[in-house]
């Protein structure tokens, strides 16, 4: 019913930049929040930053000042720029977005994930 497909992953060296894309496609009536969650190896899966439908942003401290994240509404895209990487962001980055269905039905979904590898 719903689909997200992030794009944007690869390696980097430490201090470079990468931009990350996630599209939702599929039965979509609204979406309230996207946003990307990290996972490190061995780690638990973390909250990197959210965007509102209204433009509202959070981000992790740990992001803060480094990444940022912007959406197109029109098309159910949120994107992540991220600079100043440093070997502690290489994770599988996950896109999510909160979101009713054209039924009504409302529900939380995920892509399949990105890979961020950062070099020292």
């Known amino acids: 019913q719903v689909q997200l497909v992030e794009s944007g992953g690869g390696l980097v060296q430490a201090g470079g930049s990468l931009r990350l894309s996630c599209a939702a496609s599929?039965?979509?009536?609204?979406?309230?929040?996207m946003g990307w969650y990290r996972q490190a190896p061995g780690k638990q899966r973390e909250l990197v930053a959210t965007?509102?439908?209204?433009?509202?942003?959070n981000y992790a401290d740990s992001v803060k000042g480094r990444f940022t994240i912007s959406g197109d509404n029109a098309k159910n895209t949120v994107y992540l720029q991220m600079n100043s990487l440093k070997p502690e962001d290489t994770a599988v980055y996950y896109c999510?977005?909160?979101?009713?269905?054209?039924?009504?039905?409302?529900?939380?979904?995920w892509g399949k994930g990105t890979l961020v590898t950062v070099s020292s």
């Open positions: 965007m509102t439908s209204g433009g509202s942003t």
């Open positions: 599929g039965s979509i009536f609204s979406i309230n929040v």
């Open positions: 999510n977005a909160n979101l009713f269905l054209s039924s009504g039905r409302y529900g939380g979904y």
